[in-house]
């Protein structure tokens, strides 16, 4: 019988992912990814399995999430090791709940592979830690794709110490208005970092009163919140350089 493996790819980088990750890539038969999955990682995937681009597009979420779920079902019929591969945690807004219960409902057996959140993962390897003594302690991680024009939603989380937001850059002038009215100041410090964890990370700190008019591209992880001001002293000390031979791993 076939197991469809419901995978986290953390944040970007092949080195980032677990070595069950890792393992499982290496034995595949066919694997459904997303569009934030790094080429990098794919490129652990088993020489000669089906490989299924199902990354969302803007209008057509539900039509292509239907598309996924028979996907699945088809492959599952066809494979013994199946993988579902999401950027990141495969539970953190990534519907991975959902076609974990889609599946198990209809009697698929499924395993379900945890991977390092971009919401934290991505923060502190450009210096930001979303908590800190002193300074920060708690945190929250919120999607940016929420009601639009409701701003009652982001009351809750107005007076959180740190904020994480993802996918929240397009609405990122909402978002930053709507905190604003429920008591959080202008000035709070919002650090924007695009295409986390690979070469091209770009890094731009403004206040929340700027991110509005900041120069962002997407991806980008946004964070707000004094931790934000760590950053100048911790971004040296990041450690990025580590290399790791992941054939060692599979």
């Given at each position: 019988?076939?197991?469809?493996h419901?995978?986290?790819?953390?944040?970007?980088?092949?080195?980032?992912?677990?070595?069950?990750?890792?393992r499982?890539?290496?034995?595949?038969?066919?694997?459904?990814?997303?569009?934030?999955?790094?080429a990098?990682?794919?490129?652990?995937?088993?020489?000669?399995?089906?490989?299924?681009?199902?990354?969302?597009?803007?209008?057509?979420?539900e039509?292509?999430?239907?598309?996924?779920?028979?996907?699945?079902?088809?492959?599952?019929?066809?494979?013994?090791?199946v993988?579902?591969?999401?950027?990141?945690?495969?539970?953190?807004?990534?519907?991975?709940?959902?076609?974990?219960?889609?599946?198990?409902?209809?009697?698929?057996?499924?395993?379900?592979?945890?991977?390092?959140?971009?919401?934290?993962?991505?923060?502190e390897?450009?210096?930001?830690?979303?908590?800190?003594?002193?300074?920060?302690?708690?945190?929250?991680?919120?999607?940016?794709?929420?009601?639009?024009?409701?701003?009652?939603?982001?009351?809750?989380?107005?007076?959180?110490?740190?904020?994480?937001?993802?996918?929240?850059?397009?609405?990122?002038?909402?978002?930053?208005?709507?905190?604003?009215r429920?008591?959080?100041?202008g000035?709070?410090?919002v650090?924007?970092?695009?295409n986390?964890t690979?070469?091209?990370?770009?890094?731009?700190?403004?206040?929340?009163?700027?991110?509005?008019?900041?120069?962002?591209?997407?991806?980008?992880?946004?964070?707000?919140?004094?931790?934000?001001a760590?950053?100048?002293?911790?971004?040296?000390?990041?450690?990025?350089?580590?290399?790791?031979?992941?054939a060692?791993?599979?």
């Open positions: 019988m076939s197991t469809i419901i995978v986290g790819a953390g944040p970007g980088r092949a080195d980032l992912l677990t070595v069950r990750a890792a499982i890539l290496a034995r595949a038969d066919a694997v459904l990814y997303d569009r934030l999955v790094s990098e990682v794919l490129e652990l995937v088993r020489p000669g399995a089906e490989l299924h681009a199902v990354g969302k597009e803007e209008g057509r979420q039509e292509i999430q239907r598309h996924i779920l028979e996907l699945l079902e088809d492959c599952a019929r066809r494979h013994e090791v993988v579902r591969l999401k950027g990141g945690d495969p539970m953190v807004f990534g519907r991975g709940a959902e076609e974990w219960l889609h599946l198990a409902e209809r009697g698929y057996a499924v395993e379900v592979v945890p991977g390092i959140s971009s919401a934290v993962a991505v923060p390897l450009a210096g930001i830690p979303v908590t800190f003594r002193g300074v920060a302690g708690g945190f929250a991680v919120v999607t940016g794709n929420r009601m639009a024009g409701c701003c009652q939603e982001w009351e809750a989380y107005a007076r959180v110490d740190t904020l994480v937001v993802l996918m929240g850059v397009g609405r990122r002038a909402e978002i930053a208005a709507c905190l604003m429920h008591g959080r100041g000035d709070t410090p650090a924007f970092i695009e986390g690979t070469p091209e990370e770009r890094v731009v700190v403004t206040t929340l009163a700027g991110s509005g008019g900041a120069d962002v591209g997407t991806p980008a992880v946004m964070v707000i919140g004094e931790v934000v760590l950053r100048g002293k911790l971004a040296d000390a990041a450690g990025r350089d580590a290399v790791v031979d992941l060692s791993l599979v």
